[in-house]
Nanobody, 128 residues
Framework: QVKPVESGGGLVQPGGSLRLTCAGS????????VGWFRQILGKRREFVAA????????YYGSSVKGRFTISKDNAKNAVILQMNNLSPDDTAHYYC?????????????????????WGLGTQVTVSS
């Protein structure tokens, strides 16, 4: 069974960049729509970004649009979240999630309940 595994989190100064990786363990990510969500302790999980299984469509939450970029690297069986111009408001635990819906119009990409597989996440802290 596929399991997403996140990496790349850490401590970064405001204005800095981080690159998060979601790797597929146990199976290929090639046939999955992939989403990134983040959560601050005590708050609801927030949609960050998503990419369709074909890799031809990307989606972003309003708070990260223009600063974050999501991409697929099928050769490495991974999805990358490039985060630039980070601010303290981006501090959160970041999760990768997988959705197996092949028909993109039926995929509720910003709805965490539409994802079947979740990783344990990676912590991102933005602080000076």
């Amino acid at each position: 069974q596929v399991k997403p595994v996140e990496s790349g989190g850490g401590l970064v100064q405001p204005g800095g960049s981080l690159r998060l990786t979601c790797a597929g363990s146990g199976s290929t990510l090639r046939t999955y729509n992939v989403g990134w969500f983040r959560q601050i302790l005590g708050k609801r999980r927030e949609f960050v970004a998503a990419i369709s299984w074909r890799g031809d469509s990307t989606y972003y939450g309003s708070s990260v649009k223009g600063r974050f970029t999501i991409s697929k690297d099928n050769a490495k069986n991974a999805v990358i979240l490039q985060m630039n111009n980070l601010s303290p408001d981006d501090t959160a635990h970041y999760y990768c999630a997988l959705n197996a819906q092949s028909e993109s119009s039926l995929w509720a990409r910003a709805d965490e309940s539409d994802y079947e597989h979740w990783g344990l996440g990676t912590q991102v802290t933005v602080s000076s």
